[in-house]
């Protein structure tokens, strides 16, 4: 039986693990995890990010490129070398022997901005994000799928098994882990479009489906920030970004944004907090998320599980010592370790939040 | 969009009965089945073999996610005991007809999908929607419950599923509730934060121990009183509970319980029919 009818059963599985002592360990746990939440994909779309993986150059952006048109390196590397200078480049190595179907050609390039003219009045990170627009809207079959420092991302079409299988995923290490299942049900299941989506060191997985799309795009377009991978996802990540790196906003701030209290509760507030709530909402608006959705969000140093706000998608949180973990079920959270010290879910709209200790 | 990679998950991997023989033992009327290394259709695939060959206790060892656990079991009446160690996966009792399942974990979402009969009893906490669309038997959950728990559960007649929580529930707790009752014993929690309560409810009865505000119902239900029908109901009930899960029942009863009923058993007629 295959699933080409229009009934769906959308599910999408997300799975999070981060060492708040900053140790770094091999994705084998992770890949563990994902493989028993199977059912919760239908093999159209996986991936991992991985923080801390690239030491020897963890002062350079790291720009993972997808080339899904063979002809189009030779105009990346154009462009690239144009803006940045490039201390190091290869081919991400991959296991041609993976259960994957026709994979695109990957690329990475660790650089360092080359700022010209006006573009010295900009930030690195925002010059990074220029570019990584630039690539991503401009040229054709080339899309920049991870550019942060010192983490990266690597996905595909194909169950996390497999994906991870691809791209050797147990070789990397590192002290922050996020995968994702997909089950794509109104986008399509194409390489660009799994999971996770980043920019700078931005990634965020997510099971559901963001019904304010449109109006969220449209926003982030005054900001700079292009949707170019058709998939609704691919919003949260610059919302994070322009929010907590660039206005400064703390996640317990921006989780009343992205999921703010019906207004019926904030009525019900004392007057400096109604206000403070109204506020956020008035001014906000077009950055409320909408639908059923549950992400798990990750930046150097930390890592956030948060819903929308009345919880139509599941997440757990668990802590074990100086571990933390976030998932769809809480079965492979069991199954990598059968005691934790704490395992809780969440109200809608409320973060978990995972940081590193100092 | 092409279709070449798309798999179904739940059948991919799956072993014939013949080739899963040494992951059960089993010893007079009880099987006892290794599901580690299984997939959701190979432990409901075993069960179901077990039963037909005679077993009428399966314990289940190494559980870890396996969906629909006792469903697809509706064979001639016949009735079964399954015993759970390891955290069972969505969907647990789905169409349970009449047996028994008793977990030593917390199980997950979906606890009791549309079940017909029979009794799960879980030593831990569930996640969301547990109850929904259950139509009869009993549930008894130790901790808490996620969102929606109840959701569209329904009575008719002889037909009455009861849902009773030791802790606390979250929000939309009977969402469009149509029978049934729901008993929340608060134990250990000092306040339900649950909101939206009963938000479309129009039938059954939820009978909650401790303090629950007016805001925190939705606006298709209302306190109400309870009657010596309801008490001797409770009396039942939160017994059982107490035998399930070793509490004082004297204790519990002695509390307040508050009632919450629907204000109508038709709320949303006016927007179809314009009565």
Known sequence: ?358 | MSLAGIVNPYLERVRPIKDLAEYVKVEGEVAEINARDLTHKEVNDLIRECVIRGARKIILRNVFGQRFIGTRLALNGIKVEIEIHGIPGNDLGAFLAGHRIVVYGNAQDGVGNTMDSGEIIVHGRAGDVVAMSMRGGEIYIRDTVGYRAAIHMKGYMERNPVLVIGKTAQDFLGEYMAGGRVIVLGIGVDRHKARYIGTGMHGGKIFIRGKVEEYQLAKEVTFGELDKEDWKFLEEKVGKFCEYFNCDKDELLGDNFTAIIPKSKRPYGALYSGE
């Open chain 1, 1 to 358: 039986m295959r699933f080409n009818d229009d009934k769906d059963f959308s599910a999408c599985g997300i799975f999070g693990i981060m060492d708040r002592a900053g140790r770094r360990f091999s994705g084998k746990l992770i890949v563990e995890a994902m493989s028993l939440m199977k059912v919760r994909g239908n093999g159209l779309g996986a991936g991992f990010a991985v923080y801390g993986l690239y030491k020897k150059f963890k002062d350079y952006y790291a720009l993972h490129v997808m080339l899904d048109n063979k002809d189009v390196k030779e105009k990346v590397y154009n462009y690239i070398s144009q803006n940045f200078d490039i201390v190091y480049e290869d081919e991400i190595p991959v296991n041609d022997k993976a259960n994957v179907v026709d994979p695109p050609k990957f690329v990475r390039y660790f650089v360092a901005p080359r700022k010209r003219g006006t573009e010295k009045s900009l930030s690195d990170d925002d010059y990074v994000i220029k570019k990584v627009m630039y690539v991503n809207r401009h040229i054709d079959g080339a899309y920049i799928i991870s550019s942060g420092k010192n983490m990266g991302v690597f996905k595909g079409v194909g169950f996390p098994e497999d994906i991870a299988d691809f791209f050797m995923i147990e070789e990397y290490r590192g002290y922050i882990w996020t995968a994702h299942t997909r089950f794509p049900t109104n986008t399509p299941g194409w390489w660009g479009g799994a999971h996770p989506f980043s920019i700078l060191d931005w990634t965020v997985v997510h099971n559901g489906e963001i019904s304010s799309y449109g109006t969220n795009k449209r926003y982030l377009e005054m900001f700079g920030y292009y949707s170019t991978l058709k998939t609704d996802t691919e919003v949260m990540a610059y919302i994070f970004d322009l929010l907590m790196r660039r206005q400064g906003l703390p996640i317990e701030v921006v989780a009343k944004i992205l999921a703010p209290p019906m207004w019926e509760e904030i009525e019900r507030m004392p007057e400096k907090e109604r206000n403070f709530y109204k506020a956020l909402r008035m001014v906000y608006s077009p950055l409320l998320v909408n639908g059923p959705w549950a992400v798990i969000v990750a930046r150097h140093g930390e890592m956030f599980g948060l819903t929308d706000r009345i919880r139509l998608r599941p997440l757990t949180a668990a802590e074990k010592g100086s571990l933390f973990m976030i998932s769809s079920e809480e079965a492979p959270i069991r199954y990598l370790f059968p005691k934790v010290d704490k395992v809780y879910t969440p109200y809608g709209g409320e973060p978990i939040v995972a940081r590193l200790e100092r």
